[in-house]
């Protein structure tokens, strides 16, 4: 069984270590089954990427195991309340790739049970979406440091997390999105916790989620309108989204999939320039509610629907121009860095150069 030798220094500044020794030996709790394992691709790794910038050097394996995984952390990205999260490199022995990934530290019991979680259903029910919709899982170690338990799961890293609501994103964004969080419905996983920050976005507009600390097994019905739902559609109502009991209603609400009105006491549909009528809607609604004039509110409520379409169709073009200008100028600038790399390799070797003819001219002189 692997072991993780995590230094103490990246432990919470809170926590006593004992000094010597100042590195704690953690084992693996939760891997991949090893097929699985063999398969291992993290699309942002490569000889391309820059050397680690910190010294400080994890190192995981026994003796004569065959096996040893050395990460070297690159930089912190949170910390608090029990938890720390780094951006770090990992090298397997026996390979010669390395991957971009993510240390998350636990040093609280509750912090800790997460990451039992995390590695639970990375391990089981989103094995298959390794890769996919949710990051490549290298493993989960524990142990104790003194007396405290810590724990670090690892994790590729895929990007950055949304910076800006899901309503503000473009219509092929939220489509990824929606995608995504559906895949992992049908897995018959409940994320639990769905927000902006648990959302990342490669350099591919690939999406990804992340942190299954809160997750739960779904037992809903909800996969049958995953695999059916689309934007806009006329015939979902949010209130028949709500009995399914699980967090697919959120997220339709979050990334503005329909439009969310109330007629006649019922949340209706969020529909496309309707071909409804007031009359038609009127007959979908109970004479119960004591309107004066129901075909009149039903005439106003398809105003609403119309001037919000409107109104979102205008802001997906914009949003969509807007990342579309994002991405032209992570090119560029992908592109300078390039340009300046190759300019500082040519400068080189006129140096090189320089010094080659200098050094010919020198030994022509000592012949004379």
Known sequence: MPLLRFPSCFLPEHVSTPAPPTVASLSMTHRNPTKRRLDLACPQSGASNPAPTLSDVVSSGVENSGELYTVAILQTLATGNGNQVFKAELHISGGEERFRVICKVASSLKCLEALRTEGHFYTTSLLRLQGHVVPNFFGLFEGTVGEL???VLILQYCGPSLDIAFEYHSLPTRQKIFSAMAAIHE???EHGDFNEGNILCDDKRHIWV?????????KGTCALFCKSATFYDKNRSIANLKPLGCEICLVTQELCMF?????GGVEVTREKLPSTTADELVLRIS???GY?????????FLKEYIEWLKKRQA????ALEAEMEEDRQKQLDRDEAYNYEDESDEGDSEE??????SDEEGVEEGSE
């Open 210 to 218: 992340i942190d299954f600390g809160h997750a739960h097994t779904h």
């Open 315 to 318: 802001w997906d073009e914009e």
């Open 292 to 300: 004066k004039d129901p075909y009149d509110s039903a005439s106003r």
């Open 352 to 357: 090189e150069n320089t010094d080659e003819d």
């Open 187 to 189: 897995a018959g996983v």
């Open 149 to 151: 338990s810590v724990g």
């Open 287 to 289: 004479n119960d509610y």
């Open 259 to 263: 439009y969310q009105g109330v007629f």
